[in-house]
């Protein structure tokens, strides 16, 4: 099986070619801020790079969020569209449990951990994971904590390691930063051929940007890298 995974969320843009869960081709490379219409031109060299045509991948993948209002939105719709014209099953995966998956894969890890993803500014996305065997299950639900304060007591009452794949907005004692976190796309794809594996498959209309944190409509957006 070859699936496509993309990350177009963040400025560390990432798609990924995985066959057999095996990594056959990859472009990951930081940007000033998400990809526009660059990631169509990408992912088609990619293919082409590797004899390939859209028709020949079994399953597509993007991340859903949190993360760029409009880079969320091209990843998804990317994978979306060529899994409705060429008949494929599509997953959404969001980019706090590919992170975990990158970061437990990498090791350092125990067997219960939570991660932090770092947003804009102040804000950092948080989850709660387990291991069991290759799998990571997720503990409650995704949250979000804005500033240092937040951040602390969330991690208080988790009462488990926490790890970061690179520097928070501030130093934060109880975070440990792990190096060799593979690129997101990469976990994105490995957790996507896992869900379609135990048979897990979200409907096609359920698959839509996820935003963790409100924010202000019609307020002018500070940048496009504004993580949401």
């Known amino acids: 099986m070859i699936a496509l995974g993309i990350d177009t969320s963040s400025p560390a843009t990432s798609i990924a ?128 904590a804005d500033g240092a304060d937040e951040l602390a007591a969330l991690i208080d009452k988790a009462k488990a390691p926490f790890h970061a794949p690179r520097a928070l907005a501030w130093e934060q004692a109880d975070v440990t930063l792990l190096e060799g976190c593979e690129a997101l796309a990469i976990s994105i794809a490995r957790l996507a051929a896992q869900r379609a594996a135990a048979d897990e498959l979200p409907d096609f209309d359920a698959i839509q940007p996820r935003y963790l944190k409100p924010f202000n409509v019609g307020a002018k957006a500070r940048g496009p890298e504004d993580l949401r």
């Open 17 to 144: 070619l995985l066959e057999d869960g095996e990594v056959r081709a990859l472009f990951h490379r930081e940007h000033d801020h998400p990809p526009s219409d660059a990631a169509f031109a990408i992912l088609d060299e990619l293919l082409r790079g590797e004899g390939l045509r859209p028709r020949d991948l079994d399953l597509f993948a993007a991340c859903e969020g949190p993360g760029s209002f409009t880079g969320l939105r091209i990843g998804l719709g990317m994978a979306k569209t060529f899994a409705y014209a060429l008949g494929r099953p599509v997953v959404g995966i969001d980019a706090v449990s590919a992170t975990a998956l990158g970061l437990h894969r990498g090791g350092g890890t125990a067997p219960r951990f939570g991660v932090v993803v770092p947003g804009f500014k102040k804000t950092n996305f948080v989850g709660l994971f387990r291991a069991e065997g290759e799998r990571l299950i997720l503990e409650g639900e995704l949250d979000y």
